[in-house]
C-alpha cells in the first residue's frame, strides 16, 4: 500500500492553544442523501457554491477522519483516535487492516505517543477510537500509556453494553477501548469539567448517547469548540435540520446542532471540525434558513 500526503489542516493559534490535525484518511463517501435524513435533493444547491470544494465531481461528500493535538499550558492533549491501523472492520472494506499516516503526522507536529497527557474521546464509534491501541504481535495494547484517557460515563456505558448490536462497530470496543479500560487508564469527565485552562467538557449527546465536545473559553467566551460529530460534512451547516442515518437520537441531535451553530456564529467562535476534510477549522456564518462555514485556512 502506498500512503500518499492528504489534505489536512495547517497548525492553527487560537489564544494560548496551538492545534495540529492528526489525519488517518480523507475521501470521497456517500452523497448528501444517503447519509442525511430528508435531505432535499438540491441540498448542494441550496447551499451555494461555497459548498462544492467539499464535494467530489460525482456530487459525494468527502469527508476527514483524524485527530486533533492541542497544546495549551504545558499540556498535551489528543481529542479522538480516528480509524486506526490494523483494524478488523469487515464492514469497512476501506479501512479494513488498513494503514495510515497518522503516526507520522503525530511525529510532525512534534509529538511522540509517549508526550500525550490526556487523551479526550467525544464519543466511542469506531472511526474515533482506532489509535488507542496498537496491534502488537497479535496483541492490542494502549498506544498511549502514559496518559490519561477520558469519555463521559454515558457513552462508556452505552457501548460498552451495546456495541454488538451495531455491526458497524466491528471489534473497536473489545480491541481498541477494553485493552485501554483493562490497562486502568480509562475514567469519565462530564459537562462542566474544565480539563484544562480554560479548556471545559460540553455536551452534544444526540448524535451518540453520551458524546461531549470542548469549548475554549479563556475569558467566558468561547474562543473555539472541538464540536465532534455536530456536523459531519459542512453541507449540514446550510440543512441543520438533517440528522444522520448514524445518530442515536435524531431529534436531539439537530436541536444541539441548531443551538451551538447559533451560539458559535453570535461569539464568532473558531469550529475544529472532526470529519470536515483540509482546513477544517473555521467559522458559522449565517446564510438563508442556515449557516455557511468559512474557512480560517
Ligand atoms: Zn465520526
Known amino acids: ?31 448528501p442523501e444517503e447519509l442525511l435524513r430528508d435531505a432535499p435533493d ?46 478488523n472492520f469487515p464492514a469497512r472494506p476501506d479501512w479494513h487492516l488498513g ?65 454488538s448490536d451495531f455491526p458497524y462497530m466491528s471489534t473497536s470496543i473489545p480491541d481498541c477501548v477494553a485493552p485501554v479500560q483493562k490497562a486502568g487508564l480509562l475514567g469519565t469527565v462530564a459537562p462542566g469539567d474544565e480539563i484544562a485552562p480554560g479548556l471545559h467538557v460540553v455536551d452534544l449527546a444526540g448524535h451518540s448517547p453520551g458524546m461531549i465536545g470542548l469549548e475554549y473559553r ?9 464540536n465532534a460529530d455536530l456536523m459531519h460534512h459542512p453541507i449540514q451547516m446550510a440543512a441543520p435540520q438533517c440528522a444522520t442515518i448514524f445518530c442515536a437520537d435524531p431529534d436531539k441531535a439537530v436541536a444541539v446542532r441548531r443551538r451551538k451553530l447559533a451560539d458559535y456564529a453570535a461569539h464568532g467562535t473558531v469550529m475544529f471540525c472532526n470529519h470536515f476534510p483540509g482546513e477544517c477549522a473555521g467559522l458559522v456564518v449565517p446564510q438563508g434558513d442556515g449557516y455557511r462555514f468559512q474557512s480560517v485556512g
Not at 495547517?10 to 492553544?17: N, P
Not at 465531481?57 to 491501523?85: K, N, P, T, W
Not at 479563556?218 to 472541538?226: D, Y
Open 1 to 31: 500500500m502506498v500512503l500518499v500526503p492528504l489534505p489536512r489542516m495547517t497548525t492553527k493559534t487560537v489564544g494560548a492553544m496551538r492545534v495540529d490535525a492528526l489525519v488517518d484518511s480523507v475521501g470521497p463517501t456517500r452523497l
Open 99 to 163: 494503514k495510515s499516516n497518522w503516526l507520522n503526522h503525530l511525529g510532525l507536529a512534534g509529538m511522540r505517543p509517549q508526550d500525550i497527557d490526556t487523551v479526550f474521546l467525544t464519543h466511542l464509534h469506531m472511526d474515533h477510537t482506532g489509535w488507542l491501541t496498537r496491534n502488537v504481535g497479535g496483541v492490542w495494547q494502549p498506544t498511549f500509556p502514559d496518559a490519561r484517557h477520558v469519555t463521559s460515563a454515558p457513552e462508556l456505558a452505552f457501548w460498552t453494553e451495546r456495541h
Open 218 to 226: 479563556p475569558n467566558g467566551v468561547p474562543l473555539a469548540t472541538f
Open 42 to 87: 438540491d441540498i448542494a444547491e441550496r447551499a451555494g457554491d461555497w459548498v462544492r470544494p467539499y464535494l467530489s465531481d460525482d456530487g459525494r461528500m468527502i469527508l476527514a477522519y483524524q485527530s486533533f493535538l492541542i497544546r495549551l499550558d504545558g499540556r498535551v492533549i489528543l481529542v479522538d483516535c480516528a480509524v486506526g491501523e490494523d483494524g
